[in-house]
């Protein structure tokens, strides 16, 4: 998805080259290095609040706008394409439309440095290296197709101010007497019982959050993306389509307002964590928060990643590898027969080293 490049040599298109970053004409060969690629790149914060007024709209270029019927994942492809597999799931059961021009645009984008050829035989030494997996698997690993996705993310700051009250656990300890049969009689014997005293106890904090990562993706679950994580933030890249060249952009299908949510529920989660590290004492109970967010700002980031959709038994798995750094990650089916032989193989060992334990405990007497 992206706009035309069409190249100087030979006329052909040119595509970003993750090895080079750089585009490249992948006919003659020609390398060309967009501004983009270089400049230095301070993203803008925009403000969550008045985001519909200060953020650019639409992708910059003509796109085409896929919808997969199965999965449900939107992805932008570039206007000549008139079919494709999905390349979240693998189905062919997509609908082509205009892209609509009102999602905010992407703020940044983090460009592709593993290359294809790189995620494609990795996705074969990951299949091999799985236990207890079913050997076809392997000849998947020959077919499987990769392609190159840059999932859509929300970054989420804010200043926060958390009053907080709870009650505060000291711990102290008695001497408890008890009796205790030793030799069939009773002893009189002292020991320390441990006891909490509780106190009311009440603060405050503030906290500072910075570039909360949310998915807004619909054809990668929430528990794959962590997987791959993390990103580093910091090479960040100006949007620019040249990134784009030759790869796949999904759109974003959780929206601004839901993306806050649940960086919202991060935060809060961190932010209580902090706050029961302020309570004094031993241990706590009953800790209530009440938060105040400011200054909350999002940026639309574009993050690289290569998908290896595969099917097995009508159940469709995914091989993931982070197009920045090389982490993998993904879901591969279990072999009940392997499962199964590797469980009556341990009862086999079990039963003779028993057996065996008998037999010469036996002859020992």
Not at 247 to 275: H, P, W
Not at 287 to 298: A, G, N, P
Request: aromatic share 10%.
């Amino acid at each position: 998805m992206a706009e035309r490049y069409p190249c100087p040599g030979c006329g052909a298109e040119l595509e970003w080259s993750p090895g080079q970053g750089a585009l490249n004409c992948p006919y003659c060969g020609h390398t060309e290095e967009p501004e983009a690629a270089v400049e230095q790149h301070a993203p803008v914060e925009h403000r969550l609040d008045s985001a519909a007024m200060t953020a650019a709209k639409g992708w910059g270029t003509e796109v085409k706008e896929v919808q997969c019927e199965t999965c449900g994942a939107i992805s932008e492809h570039d206007p000549k394409i008139i079919a494709a597999d999905c390349a979240f799931c693998g189905s062919d059961q997509l609908h082509l439309y205009s892209a609509s021009e009102d999602l905010i645009r992407p703020e940044s984008v983090l460009p592709f440095v593993v290359d294809k050829s790189k995620a494609a035989s990795d996705f074969k030494v990951w299949v091999s290296s799985l236990w207890f997996r079913p050997n076809a698997l392997k000849q998947l690993a020959r077919l499987a197709k990769v392609d190159g996705v840059y999932i859509p993310s929300w970054t989420f700051d804010a200043h926060t101010r958390s009053n907080w009250r709870a009650e505060a656990g000291h711990y102290y300890y008695e001497t408890e007497s008890y009796t205790e049969m030793v030799d069939g009689k009773p002893q009189r014997k002292t020991r320390q019982v441990r006891k909490t005293r509780w106190v009311p106890a009440n603060g405050r904090r503030q906290d500072d959050f910075d570039d909360v990562l949310i998915s807004a993706s619909k054809g990668l679950e929430q528990s794959l993306f962590q997987g791959l994580q993390p990103f580093n933030l910091g090479e960040l890249r100006k949007y620019d389509t040249s990134f784009l060249a030759g790869f796949i952009a999904e759109r974003y299908q959780v929206n601004l307002e839901s993306g806050f949510q649940i960086a919202k529920s991060k935060m809060d989660d961190t932010i209580r964590s902090n706050c029961a590290g302020d309570i004094p004492g031993d241990t706590h109970r009953n800790l209530r928060v009440s938060t105040s967010y400011s200054d909350e700002t999002f940026k639309h980031v574009l993050l690289p990643i290569w998908i290896a959709a595969y099917d097995y038994q009508g159940k469709v798995y995914r091989y993931l590898v982070n197009g920045q750094t090389g982490k993998l990650h993904g879901t591969a089916p279990y072999s009940v027969i392997k499962i199964a032989a590797a469980v009556i193989f341990a009862i086999l060992v079990i039963v003779i080293i028993v057996a065996l334990g008998n037999y010469f405990g036996g002859n020992s007497r």
